[in-house]
């Protein structure tokens, strides 16, 4: 047994007939939590129980801490997640609501990750949001599904933030004897850190994170993003804030389920694939989830967002 579930696998016949492309959804954000992010720290914590920690300490105020509470719940193991101030109230009621301890710490992120690290003693475990192969194995089980289910794609579109989603995908198409498979690394504007370091050549940080899908605000991705970026087929393509945000009024309108604006900049360019794109004939689409963001803020941001 596993704390993730799996999740449908479903061909949009919206999308499916508005590209002349079969689009199928990987619906991840039917886990538990709301994302996949389940996945991959479900697999680290029960990992780290099994080793005899007794506490699980997290500094993310999104959806790994809210992933890591869920976790820590289940197992019966007692969660702190080290937020800064600027989480919303929504992400800390969502992190209480799993019965975990929430500390507001400092202005920025940095400083709450200092104070969560600063926590860690030797019974508890770190859970880091996207930086760690016992994540990317677990991710990689979103494959796994698919591959049992019969569905190869020609191509797979997923969401880039710190990169801990597309090394998971990496492995999972890797071990299903899948790695021919394109995968298009969508990320929004102001926060293109795969982008970024794929147009260098090398891993590099980006100045600033401006984009309103804060669940990919990494400004560096992890070293096995960027290698596996070398390494296989991946096409990274940028949205922008307005595409991603109506790409989820979008899918909640065709689909019913509300996701964040990190999981709409992969939607986005599904509802208006790229020329590169087009060329394959069944596509898949990892519906990654989110749940930070009501319905009220995304329609808020549109209004103001480029
Ligand atoms: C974390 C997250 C991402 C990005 O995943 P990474 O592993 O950081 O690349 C995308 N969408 C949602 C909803 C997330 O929670």
Redesign the pocket.
């Known amino acids: 047994m596993s704390l993730h579930i799996d999740t449908p696998l479903l061909e949009s016949r919206s999308l499916s007939l508005a590209n002349g492309q079969q689009i199928w959804l990987k619906m991840d954000a039917l886990q538990p939590c709301g994302?996949?992010?389940l996945r991959g720290i479900g697999l680290a914590c029960e990992h780290f129980a099994r080793q005899g920690k007794r506490r699980f300490v997290s500094s993310s105020g999104?959806?790994?801490g809210i992933a890591v509470a869920y976790a820590g719940r289940c197992l019966g193991l007692p969660v702190t997640v080290v937020v800064p101030q600027t989480t919303t109230e929504r992400a800390r009621r969502l992190i209480r609501q799993e019965n975990a301890e929430v500390i507001v710490h400092g202005k920025l992120w940095q400083e709450a990750n200092e104070l969560a690290l600063s926590l860690v003693g030797a019974d508890d475990a770190f859970i880091h949001?996207?930086d760690d192969p016992l994540l990317w194995q677990g991710?990689a089980s979103l494959v796994d599904e698919v591959a049992k289910a019969g569905v190869k794609p020609d191509a797979v579109v997923v969401?880039?933030?710190?990169?801990?989603?597309?090394?998971?995908v990496g492995e999972g198409l890797r071990r299903n004897g899948w790695s021919d498979v394109p995968v298009f690394a969508v990320e929004t504007r102001g926060a293109a850190s795969l982008a970024a370091a794929m147009d260098k050549g090398e891993l590099v940080s980006i100045d600033c994170v401006t984009s309103v899908a804060t669940?990919?605000g990494?400004k560096r991705?992890c070293d096995e993003?960027f290698r596996i970026s070398q390494q296989m087929n991946v096409i990274s393509h940028v949205v922008s804030d307005v595409q991603a945000l109506d790409a989820c009024e979008r899918f909640l309108s065709d689909h019913r389920v509300l996701?964040?604006p990190?999981?709409g900049a992969a939607l986005a360019l599904a509802y208006a694939p790229s020329e590169a794109l087009r060329r394959y004939r069944r596509v898949l689409v990892v519906v990654?989830?989110?749940v930070t963001a009501s319905i009220e803020q995304i329609r808020e941001w549109r209004k103001t967002a480029d």
């Not at 880039?160 to 090394?167: A, I, K, Q, T, W």
Request: aromatic letters at 6%.
């Open positions: 994302s996949f992010k999104g959806n790994a949001p996207f991710h969401a880039v933030g710190g990169g801990g989603l597309l090394s998971g669940s990919l990494a991705v993003a996701v964040e990190a999981c990654c989830g989110g």
